[in-house]
């Protein structure tokens, strides 16, 4: 069947290529690390088996993930996300699964998963490693039997589903602590990709600098190139929060100006110089994930509910990374 799947194109055209055309458009950048990333990415696409994407928060997980279902055979299909910590723990069941009338107190009516919805297409679940671990087994068996069944239904529905993964946390050590499942992480990362933090790879500022105000600039009226001395200052800073950081400052950049750089410089002024800016490369994803979480919490008075805001993190997941990583000080109940 590889064959007859992989043979579409224009004469001469193999499909790796037609691929990695794909791949190019949606992965912006020119580094080395992020011409092996596409690569990895075209080859994975070519495949169907389940995919394990890691990397820190705001790196192009998600970018990631449309890539390798935009690069596949899957591509005509729904691409169907979403992030695990936005569901409550009550439901996740019901909204991966589906239910039936009657299943529950407020179920008037049937409702299709999300498994149902991405139906010959790719299903991202994205925070992957903060689901239940009572859960785990259920989502296992799914994976398995290539089958769900609606909650309040005895029915075993097929389903034909690329399920790729994706976590900033880290995976093997919550197996180590019997947090998440060993199996199910083996069933997860048949391909296993890591996304570099923009900080290693500070060469494609630029291009993604270009590739945002070409995305945002229509509607803020904006055409303007940046000046090389603001691209050198960008490519200087370390970007805790990777892409999602700089998508943002390009934004506020064009509505702010100056405003926007003074707001930079702060940041630069506390978080970095040119020593610093070592410490920040030596340093691993969890210890730079629980500084950045320091300084976002000083920044909004200790309020937690305010920093989840600004870090773009369901506030869930800031409690659970405040408490995984020890930091003291939030304010209780906010």
Request: hydrophobic share 45%; proline share 5%; glycine share 8%.
């Amino acid at each position: 069947m590889r064959p007859s799947s992989f043979s579409s194109g224009p004469p001469g055209v193999t499909f790796l290529h037609m691929t990695t055309d794909v791949v190019a458009q949606l992965i912006v950048g020119s580094s080395p690390r992020i011409r092996a990333l596409r690569q990895q990415v075209a080859q994975v696409a070519a495949s169907d088996h389940p995919v394990l994407i890691l990397g820190e928060s705001g790196s192009g997980k998600e970018v990631v993930a449309r890539a390798i279902h935009a690069a596949s055979v899957r591509h005509a299909a729904p691409f169907v996300g979403q992030s695990c910590l936005a569901i409550p723990e009550t439901l996740i069941e019901s909204e991966l699964f589906g239910y039936e009338p009657g299943a529950f107190t407020d179920a008037r009516e049937r409702r299709i998963g999300l498994f149902e919805q991405a139906e010959g297409g790719t299903l991202f679940l994205d925070e992957i490693g903060d689901i239940p671990l009572a859960f785990q087994k259920r989502l296992l068996r799914v994976l398995q039997e290539r089958e769900v069944r609606r909650l309040g239904s005895v029915v075993a529905i097929a389903i034909n589903v690329r399920v790729v993964a994706a976590t900033n946390a880290p995976i093997e050590q919550a197996v180590a602590q019997g947090t998440f499942r060993s199996d199910l992480l083996y069933r997860l990362n048949t391909f296993e990709i890591r996304v570099p933090p923009l900080r290693q790879r500070s060469e494609d500022v630029p291009l993604l600098v270009e590739h945002f105000i070409a995305k945002h600039g229509r509607a803020y009226g904006f055409a303007s190139k940046p000046a090389a001395g603001l691209l050198k200052r960008l490519q200087e800073y370390p970007w805790p929060g990777n892409v999602r950081e700089l998508e943002n400052f390009v934004v506020r950049w064009m509505t702010l100006g100056d405003e926007a750089l003074e707001a930079l410089d702060k940041k630069v002024a506390l978080s970095f110089d040119t020593t610093s800016n070592r410490r920040w490369l030596s340093m691993s994803m969890e210890e730079i994930e629980a500084e950045v979480i320091k300084m976002f919490l000083e920044d909004c008075g200790r309020n937690k509910t305010l920093a989840a805001k600004r870090l773009g993190l369901a506030r869930k997941s800031l409690y659970n990374k405040i408490e995984r990583y020890g930091i003291e000080g939030a304010v209780k109940g906010k």
